[in-house]
């Protein structure tokens, strides 16, 4: 029985525990002692400690074939201490692991000006969270080579779901941008994001990046309207991008000076993943039948 390390015990990591747990032996690292019984009962055997302290993470060392790494870097700095931290655990074991995947962003490929780009684009991020995910990126790749461990990155967009959609931006009336001035964005549901994790467990190879994204091809307000249109909700109200400057918090701005849309070939033909959710429309879809099935 195959043995594999969680990192980043959140809800997609619950989704992917889901379809793990009956065929592999799998371990969730969690800083959090309250939530061992959850994971326990899920079918995982928690590992408590803390990627913020090297010195928690000794236990890591040689207990897993795979590691799955999901958790994000630390919000401030322009390296990701915890991945590095983590490397450092697992390579004072005796032995270690054969693969290890890495959920980035694709934010590492900055603003793009709304052009199709895929996994040879060029990584330039514009902010420093972004910028954290291509340090962690460069030392797992470097990593994986000196040592003989396969690394497969998904790089993911905005990961939404039944319960992550935006409805309450749209209740809020929080503003979106005049179509002029407004920005391709690219998505994934939560649970496709999953699935792809499994994907590369079976086909991913080593030193490859892959887009995690679905087939949607949208600006971030039509996004925003359809969710709208389908919850009976009004649509956003919009303001040019200099207005919105003087509106929004920088970090809501971030998401909103970065236009790309990306390709997911490797993602169908590398890894063989056929999304159950190729566009945010049948996401969306299958949240309003999950809440109309609720209410009825």
Known sequence: MQNILIVGSGDVARRILSQLAPRARVYALLRDAGR?????????????????????LARLAGLADCILHLAPPPNTGQRDTRTRNLLAALGKGKSLPRSLIYVSTTGVYGDCGGAVIDETRRLQPESA???????????????GARNGVAVSILRAPGIYAADRLPV????????????????????????????????????????RAY?????????????????????????????????????????????MRESRRIGNRRL????KLRLAFPSVDDGIADALARRNACSS
């Not at 309450?168 to 001035?181: C, I, Q, Y």
């Not at 169908?268 to 890894?271: G, I, M, T």
């Open 168 to 207: 309450e931006r749209l209740h809020k009336g929080t503003p979106a941008l005049v179509d002029s001035d407004d920005v391709y964005t690219n998505h994934i549901h939560a649970d496709d994001l999953a699935a792809a994790c499994l994907a590369t467990l079976r086909h991913g190879r080593a030193n």
């Open 211 to 255: 887009n995690a994204v679905d087939d949607s091809d949208l600006k971030m307000a039509d996004y925003f309207d359809r969710v709208a249109a389908a919850f009976a909700l009004p649509k956003a109200p919009r303001l040019s991008r200099a207005e919105a400057e003087k509106m929004l918090p920088p970090v809501q701005m971030s998401f």
């Open 268 to 271: 169908k033909n590398e890894l």
């Open 129 to 143: 969270r972004a910028g954290r995910r291509v340090d962690a990126e460069r030392c797992l790749r470097e990593w």
């Open 36 to 56: 061992a019984g959850d994971w326990r009962a899920a079918g995982a055997t928690p590992v408590l400690a803390d990627l913020d302290d090297r010195a928690s």
